[in-house]
């Protein structure tokens, strides 16, 4: 298992567990800092589906902590296009990764200087979930 590490745009972490084991330990981790799971996309079935295309498991997470997110539309009105924050997990090889949007990286988009303690505050909250994996 190794530490997390931060991207320009995301929080990532990879992990010597399966795959399922890892999407129950993301959902819970994220509830712990208030973020409830809205969406799952199962991005190998639907490759699968549509392409007929065999790849590892990958599924994003679409994450929401409604008290955040409410206090950012509050702000910035069009906000909603740059959420809910994903997260992805994905499998490579012996190891699945977990790659967490950086908050803070999406928020600058937005030009709002009004955003940027709650884009530091949802930030730290998703680092703490990953962290805690």
Known sequence: MSESKTADYAIT????????????????????EGFGILTTIDVAATLKKKLDLDVEPYVILGACNPQ???QGIAAEPD???????????????DTTHVAAMDPS????????????ALADEARER???????L
């Open 79 to 93: 906000l909603g296009v740059l959420l809910p924050c994903n997260v992805v997990v994905r499998r490579q090889g």
């Open 126 to 132: 998703i680092a703490r979930a990953v962290d805690a």
């Open 68 to 70: 955040l997110a409410s």
């Open 105 to 116: 990286s999406a928020l600058r988009l937005a030009e709002n200087g009004d955003l940027q």
């Open 13 to 32: 972490r990879d992990l010597d567990a399966s795959f399922d084991d890892v999407v129950e330990r993301v959902t819970s981790a994220m509830a712990e």
